[in-house]
């Protein structure tokens, strides 16, 4: 009986420890999590952890400190590049590891292995673009460079080192309770680090850039309303537009022709795929603003450099600040966990910044099979060849599935023409078997990496034009200011030459005429250096006017954010860096000033008006007319006008939308022209569910005012602080996995998108930098985030507050290891 | 009751140092079980409470250590992610389910020693 007791006494805490270990369901080991030693509460920084500590590397070649200031920024002083690189390799690896292995993961398409089969569309979609293929280019092209391949070694070696690598598979040092708290509560691993992994991380950056196009619904859209429509209301030039060089610019050089070839009407629409390609959400998000003004137009007489790349925010943050000193090196900045080198920054001779150039350079061709087989398609008067490579994708608790990805010379057939994509009873002329072929030119060989790695050791202009000639994908607007009083932009890229029109639209694949012929030579893209007008910007605008000879397009150039920051940089004189401050924190909703006096000019006055329980229509009436166009952060007005806009514009576009067919409405610029310059009775402008019934700009305006009223109304009864810009907008910091007890919510900031100071929901000014060029450099910093990527430490987000009042940290650039050491809070003594 | 003390007190000494150097999270059901084995209770439900308060002072005593030393940055995140209203309710909560483990095996050492 005692036995049977005692049986019964421990069955019940063993079945509860198994559990507890080894999880249930989706649940990951609580048992693991909560011991509080080895579970979350290892991850609880302490005194202790911020101590400095000597470490001991096998190999005699490395030697160097590692500084941290009071805000947890490393300034490493190596002896030499290798031991720079691998510190910088070790502190990244201490501080943002699992940021690192999640971004390389879901480039890669390995998120079904951690996550589940959720993720199993997600991982094709990265696989069909052939991210790895791409990556794998990069690191063969790495491994002819034998400086760079020594410098990304050298990284990934300190990243192995902090693990505790041994070099056998998978084997690594570092305990359970050393995890970063996110792989004990996904329930994983970490990995060691690779030279593919870095190749992965710029390819996903690249990706993130230039990883969409809207070819298929401008495909549609010319099936849909014909070529003179279509060229009114998607101009690829529309009036007004503020290049990124100024008009002085003379292209006097020998361009390189091209034969042109027609634009092919489809016959059937395209489905739409925005559900498998996610990654068309970052469109119209992301973005970024850099400028630099010339000494005569500042007060102290030295050029400033001003930068602030627009990303989706996210803790951990997307950048690293750190310095990184060695003997022919000394420069400052943010870094990419996962890739050497410094990518936006200064050194003690320029500055230098970027800009997502926007050029469409990812384009789709039509393939003609021979057979069933696809082992040959028509090129010409020929058959090509294809290749195939079988991707396997493992899945959490499941077993992997494949996928067999065929290529052709363009690039992978992400879309095969199954019935995946189609649903022939609702519409039978949905393109019935389009193989499409992705070329998109992140799969070329090239090697960015090099090009941070020399404008980190840049001196002067020629310097720096050297070093950005590495540069391919993604296309960047390069700004650069030297203390020798050099300012200078250059849109740079890979950019293939296109005859006019081509990949605006889905090629024809069989059509050589369709194909890419050369690309334009590197001096030969849109740059200036010294204006007349003393500063050069860029905001992601069209790159030129219309003298420059070759052809380009965009899914999505900016008309806004440019024309605000060269009217100010025009009109101000004596530019101080508060100035500087002031103008990336500028909320002038231009848009708005352009559009919103019309709209107003429609809707009924409320004076005309008897009725008295209309008080919400004359509030807000009076609110949106007397306002100053100020997305401000407590401002009402910007709420009731991005209601009103979003429903306007759905209203007027509602022909550009179907829920199967892929279809994109015209750009806010152009539907602005639209409602300023268009006859009130403009086809377009009536609504389709109203069909016995023609509405005019007019009463379109009316009716969506009188919906704003409506949604006003119903906000202020449940809570009227909702309206208040901030609140209605919500910028979400959100965690990377979308923990929310690990994100930063309703951060209290105006601005938005098309705004200077874009901060929308999820994007954001990522890093706000601005760089006097004096001796010594004077210079300031702010990212949504903090240094640390560890939730249990205070230096996990302790800059979000900061940024969103619009201050920012003074950045300690030193000369000497002497004032690193004397400002250190703590050292890190690497020694082999 | 004083032997009831004692092995109260050695038990989360033990205990204490356990969790703190190996790597098991479980150990503490282990140590209660063989405690109740070597140093026997006098009733079985003085065993289970034996078992349930070295479980609970110690887990609790880890806790709020590295806690007070971290100013609750880490646990509060925790408790929230757990959708607890405080970091001390997740950890009450937590140790006493580990208690009730170690209450158990502490009694089933009990039974096991009982003529």
Not at chain 1, 399 to 413: A, L, N, Q, R
């Amino acid at each position: 009986m005692r036995y049977l007791k005692s049986f019964i006494a421990l069955i019940i805490p063993i079945v509860l420890i198994y559990y507890l270990n080894n999880g249930f369901g989706s649940f990951p080991s609580l048992g693991r999590i909560m011991d509080p030693v080895h579970g979350y509460m290892a991850n609880a920084e302490t005194k202790k952890d911020l101590g400095s500590k000597d470490i001991k590397i096998g190999n005699k070649e490395i030697k160097g400190n590692v500084y941290f200031d009071d805000r947890l920024v490393p300034h490493i002083y190596a002896e030499n590049d290798q031991s720079l690189y691998f510190l910088q390799g070790y502190v990244t690896a201490q501080y943002r590891l699992w940021q690192m292995d999640i971004q390389t993961r879901a480039a890669s398409g390995r998120l079904s292995e951690i996550f589940g089969e959720n993720f199993i569309p997600y991982d094709l979609e990265q696989r069909r673009k052939e991210m790895v293929y791409a990556a794998e280019i990069a690191v063969e092209e790495l491994k002819k460079d034998p400086v760079m391949l020594r410098c990304i070694q050298a990284y990934t070696d300190g990243v192995n080192e902090f693990l505790g690598y041994s070099g056998k598979e998978n084997e690594l040092g570092i305990t359970y309770a050393e995890y970063p708290i996110e792989f004990k509560l996904i329930d994983y691993k970490p990995e060691p680090w690779t030279l593919l992994k870095t190749a992965l991380l710029l390819k996903y950056m690249a990706n993130t850039l230039t990883g969409f196009d809207d070819d298929m619904e401008t495909t549609n859209l010319l099936k849909l309303l014909g070529e003179e429509d279509f060229n009114l209301l998607y101009p690829d030039r529309p009036s007004g537009i503020d290049p990124i060089i100024p008009s002085e610019k003379k292209y006097d050089f020998e361009y390189i022709q091209r034969d042109t070839s027609n634009i092919i009407y489809t016959d059937h629409y395209y489905k739409k795929v925005i559900d498998i390609f996610e990654t068309q959400h970052e469109k119209n998000q992301v973005g970024s603003n850099n400028w630099v003004v010339d000494s005569t137009k500042t007060k102290n007489g030295f050029p400033i450099l001003c930068n602030d790349p627009h990303l989706q925010l996210n803790l951990p943050s997307l950048w690293y600040e750190v310095q990184l000193h060695a003997p022919e090196v000394n420069c400052y900045g943010v870094s990419l966990p996962g890739a050497p080198g410094i990518v936006i920054g200064f050194n003690d001779s320029i500055a230098w910044g970027v800009t997502n150039a926007q050029v469409d350079v990812r384009d789709w061709y039509t393939i003609q099979f021979k057979d069933e087989k696809r082992a040959e398609y028509k090129y010409g008067e020929e058959w090509k060849k294809t290749n195939s490579r079988i991707e396997i994708i493992a899945v959490k608790n499941k077993e992997p599935i494949s996928d067999t990805v065929i290529y052709t010379h363009y690039g992978p057939i992400v879309y095969e023409g199954n019935e995946k994509f189609m649903d022939e009873k609702k519409h039978p002329e949905i393109s019935q078997r389009a193989n499409l072929a992705m070329r998109w030119t992140a799969h070329l060989p090239s090697e960015e990496v090099k090009t941070f790695y020399l404008l980190n050791r840049a001196k002067n202009y020629d310097d720096y034009r050297k070093a950005i000639s590495f540069f391919d994908c993604p296309g960047q607007n390069f700004i650069f200011g030297a203390h020798n009083g050099d300012i200078a932009i250059t849109q740079q890229g890979k950019f293939p030459i296109k005859y006019p029109g081509q990949g605006r639209f889905i090629l024809n694949g069989s059509d050589p005429n369709d194909d890419y012929k050369d690309f334009i030579p590197n001096e030969q893209n849109p740059n200036i250096k010294n204006p007349a007008r003393g500063f050069c910007s860029s905001a992601n605008q069209h790159p030129t006017d219309s003298t420059y000879p070759y052809y380009y397009t965009s899914y999505d150039f900016e008309f806004y954010r440019n024309r605000v920051i060269n009217n100010e940089l025009t009109r101000k004189q004596n530019i101080t860096i508060e100035d500087m401050q002031n103008l990336q924190q500028n909320n002038f909703n231009m848009l708005a000033s352009e559009v919103l006096p019309k709209l107003i000019s429609q809707v009924l006055d409320p004076k005309l008006i008897s009725n008295s329980e209309i008080e919400t229509y004359v509030s807000v009436y009076n609110t949106l007319s007397n306002w100053n166009y100020y997305n401000h952060a407590d401002s009402l007005a910007p709420t009731y006008f991005q209601i009103w806009w979003d429903t306007l514009y759905d209203m007027l576009w509602d022909e550009m939308y179907d829920d199967e067919i892929a279809f994109v409405k015209p750009n806010f610029y152009n539907t602005a022209q639209a409602i300023n310059m268009f006859p009130d009775d403009y086809k377009y402008f009536d609504l389709l569910k109203t069909q016995d019934q023609k509405e005019t700009l007019k009463g379109i305006v009316r009716l969506s005012f009188d919906n704003l009223v409506e949604i006003v109304d119903s906000i202020n009864k449940k809570d009227a602080s909702q309206l208040i810009w901030y609140l209605h907008k919500g910028t979400d910091i959100m965690h990377i996995s979308q923990i929310p007890a690990f994100s930063r919510t309703d951060i209290h900031n105006g601005g938005y998108k098309n705004i200077v100071n874009a901060t929308s929901e999820t994007h954001g000014p990522s890093w706000r930098m601005i760089v006097e060029l004096s001796d010594p450099i004077n210079a300031y910093g702010i990212f949504p985030g903090g240094q640390s990527g560890n939730p249990g430490s205070i230096y996990f987000d302790n800059f979000v507050d900061t940024w969103a009042s619009g201050k920012y940290n003074y950045l300690n650039f030193y000369k000497e290891e002497s004032e690193a050491k004397k400002n250190a809070k703590f050292t890190l003594t690497f020694k082999g | 009751m004083k032997k009831f003390l004692m092995n109260v007190l050695i038990g989360t000494a033990i205990c204490f140092l356990a969790q703190t150097y190996l790597q098991q999270w479980w150990i503490f059901a282990a140590i209660t079980f063989i405690i109740s084995l070597l140093l026997p209770y006098s009733s079985g439900i003085r065993s289970f409470f034996a078992g349930l308060f070295i479980v609970f002072i110690s887990w609790m005593f880890l806790y709020i250590f590295r806690d007070m030393a971290n100013d609750s940055v880490m646990s509060d995140k925790i408790a929230n992610l757990f959708s607890m209203k405080s970091n001390y309710l997740l950890f009450t909560i937590v140790a006493f389910v580990m208690g009730l483990i170690g209450g158990l095996t502490s009694l089933s050492a009990y039974f096991l020693r009982k003529k």
